[in-house]
């Protein structure tokens, strides 16, 4: 599994590793430059030393020096040395230090100054600077015009290389503290750095089915983590209010079976107890309640299809006012006998639709308008239809509706609870309704206007007229 | 004993009347809320098996109402609401019991008799008065270890009286307890039992366990009563 502290970690420290080893190595290179120029210059001081103390004298070249001078070219400590040749390789004059050795020069078309490293002759490691001089002006120069004189100075190197080796190792030294420190110190400050990351992620974690009403305090978080935390709360809010639903659904269901099944019960049990008793009405109650649970379990089937999108609706053209008229027959007497005044406002109108789906639809707003209006109020059934599309309006008088009702009016089980007498309305009518018509691309909503009365707005596309 | 069915399912509501009834239980039904208050305030029921969701008014509101007034009638929600803040509402909001739908019939009949024994201040389920026997769980009635045959009403009755044992208890207390609202005030039908009762219980020449007191009513008692005996 991929950790981001894990990665981070580990190219930080890594590229931390290569600036650190650059920069010592870069450190080490100037640091030993310098100390070898400063060599070299000491190098040079003690040749020109010696260059400048070199002159002829009484016909041969001889330097003029005090002891103090020629104290690191003695033979007692033998530090440095120098041989000065004649331009025809004769030795003119030579450091005690060299004993019976001489210097060998490796060039001798010396053109310019050169430094080198070299072994001593006692095989100590040495470095080396070779020159061509004139002599100063001395007494007798008029013996020696011209004289270019080679000179080579060779000095001990051995502190030098330790000096070196000393560098080095302070610089190993710093490189594995520094890896260290940055080792510890990354790690701190990720783990600091992506604490909140981790509070959100062992909060997320803790999220279950029975704590869907927890959200994440985005306030403290990063500004970073403030969408991602914003996202998750909708997501939550929005899985709370699916999980209500489902739960508020399942109980619903066991709530409306408990009714008809005491029925049963009750009615089979008092059967068996007083059989004396039994009345022929009891077989058809008992067939009444079966013949209702099926047709909540039909409902409830059709709405679960509906929701698993298994529901396809074939389109067609339809003549939606021979359909409404044909719809609205079964419910006619109904209507006659609770007084009911049917006002018809109908335009003749062709639309698309599944004429099941929509005889359903419409099956579902007419029984509820019959059953639910006022007593001797009225119902209007009214179709318009423009290029635009169509619309079915339902509308009927209605006592004790409130705006809140007509908000749940679409929701599993909605029943003002006048409807639950009887037996005949489960509250699942309309939520299919509305489900039917999604199904067909059409909408369904309910309005209740100022003088409370329900109207039910069935809008749908109009059929386009052939060519031809 | 009486009781009142609220109940907005019809079907229920003529099952449990004709159940009751088959038991002994004079039964008033009602279908919401509003008639249901209307009934319990104007009677005096022994118990009262409501519903909680009902049309107009629900369960739990009739039962506050009824606390707020002061009537102590015991009573029993019968309701398919079955979670446990459900149950816990209910009983606190003045519930003496509480059955979930679906339920057993029997399982409702004990807890209506229950109701009925605690209604009267007893938890004995067999009433003993001198020589008789009265077996409120089983329905039967003994004199002289010999079963008397009653009717439902006039077990009904003697139980009544039996629970109010030594109690002067008037016609209208008895019309109020054993009679349901089809039955007319203002016939002689508590006396007309009361005499068939007698009848049955001194069939076997026992001494009479039923005195009546002129202008009050009647006692159920051992100790024969001097005055106004008829």
Not at chain 1, 209 to 236: K, M
Not at chain 1, 402 to 424: I, L, T
Not at chain 2, 40 to 63: F, T, W
Request: aromatic content about 6%; hydrophobic content about 45%; proline content about 4%.
């Amino acid at each position: 599994m991929i950790s981001i502290r894990r990665q981070l970690t580990r190219e930080l420290i890594g590229a931390f590793f290569i600036l650190l080893g650059g920069a010592l190595a870069a450190l080490y290179f100037a640091a030993r430059d310098e100390i070898i120029e400063q060599f070299d210059d000491a190098l040079r001081a003690k040749a020109l030393a010696i260059s400048s103390l070199t002159m002829p004298h009484d016909g041969e070249i001889r330097l003029d020096a005090s002891d103090q001078f020629f104290r690191s070219f003695s033979k007692q400590r033998p530090l440095d040395f120098y041989e000065i040749w004649s331009p025809d390789n004769q030795v003119l004059a030579r450091s005690e230090s060299l004993s019976e050795a001489n210097l060998s020069l490796p060039d001798k078309s010396l053109t310019r100054p050169r430094i080198w490293n070299l072994q001593l002759p006692d095989n100590r490691p040495g470095r080396a600077l070779a020159l061509r001089f004139s002599p100063e002006e001395g007494e007798h120069q008029e013996l020696f015009p011209n004289l270019q004189l080679t000179l080579m100075v060779a000095s001990d190197s051995e502190p030098l290389d330790e000096a070196l080796q000393e560098l080095l190792g302070i610089g190993c030294i710093a490189g594995v503290l520094l890896a260290g420190a940055t080792g510890w110190l990354v790690s701190r400050v990720l783990k600091r750095g992506l604490q909140p990351l981790k509070d959100l992620a062992d909060q997320a974690a803790r999220i279950n089915a029975d704590s869907l009403t927890s959200r994440f305090p985005a306030a403290g978080l990063p500004a970073e983590l403030q969408p991602i935390a914003g996202r998750l709360n909708e997501l939550l809010a929005r899985l709370e209010i699916s999980f209500e639903r489902e739960r508020r659904f399942s109980a619903d269901v066991a709530h409306e079976l408990r009714t008809p099944l005491a029925e049963l019960r009750t009615l089979m049990e008092c059967a068996l107890k007083w059989p004396e008793a039994r009345e022929p009405a009891t077989d058809r109650e008992v067939l009444a309640i079966a013949a209702q649970m099926q047709a909540m379990v039909a409902s409830l089937l059709a709405l679960v299809r509906g929701e698993e999108q298994q529901l396809v609706a074939h389109l067609e053209t339809v003549d939606l006012t021979k359909l409404t008229e044909d719809c609205w027959r079964p419910f006619a007497g109904r209507a006659v006998e609770r007084t009911l005044m049917i006002i018809w406002e109908v335009a003749t109108v062709q639309t698309l639709a599944d004429p099941a789906l929509l005889r359903s639809i419409l099956g579902n707003l007419f029984e509820n308008a019959v059953d639910y209006a006022s007593a001797g109020g009225e119902i209007r059934i009214r179709i318009e239809g423009d290029a635009r599309g169509v619309k079915l309006r339902v509308r009927n008088s209605t006592e004790n509706l409130s705006m809140e009702d007509v908000a749940k009016m679409f929701d599993r089980f909605w029943r003002k609870e006048e409807a639950r007498s009887g037996g005949k309305h489960f509250g699942l009518g309309l939520s299919l309704a509305k489900m039917f018509s999604q199904a067909m691309g059409w909408s369904l909503n309910a309005e209740l206007d100022e003088q409370r009365r329900l109207e039910f707005v069935l809008s749908g596309p109009v059929s386009q007229p052939s060519a031809g | 004993m009486r009781v009142l069915v609220v109940e907005d399912s019809s079907r229920l509501q003529r099952t449990l009347g004709t159940a009751l009834r088959k038991s002994g239980y004079a039964v008033d039904l009602a279908g919401d809320g509003d008639e249901a208050l209307w009934l319990a305030e104007s009677h005096d029921y022994d118990v009262i098996i409501m519903d909680i969701m009902l049309p107009k008014r629900d369960g739990l509101a009739v039962l506050g109402q009824l606390r707020a007034h002061g009537k102590t009638t015991h009573v029993l929600l019968l309701t398919a609401r079955d979670t446990v803040p459900d149950r816990v509402r209910g009983l606190r909001a003045g519930a003496d019991d509480y059955l979930v739908k679906p339920f057993a019939l029997e399982e409702l009949l004990a807890r209506v008799d229950s109701l009925c024994r605690r209604a009267y201040g007893t938890k004995q389920a067999v009433i003993t008065v001198s020589d008789l026997e009265i077996d409120t769980l089983g329905r039967h009635v003994r004199r002289c270890h010999k079963t008397v045959d009653l009717t439902a009403r006039e077990y009904l009755l003697l139980e009544y009286l039996a629970r109010r044992l030594g109690q002067v208890v008037t016609r209208s207390e008895i019309e109020e307890h054993i009679y349901d609202g089809q039955v007319d005030p203002m016939s002689n039908v508590v006396d007309s039992a009361i005499c068939s009762l007698r009848k049955k219980l001194g069939e076997y020449g026992e001494a009479p366990l039923i005195h009546t007191r002129r202008g009050l009513g009647y006692v159920l008692d051992e100790v024969s009563a001097t005055a106004a005996t008829s």
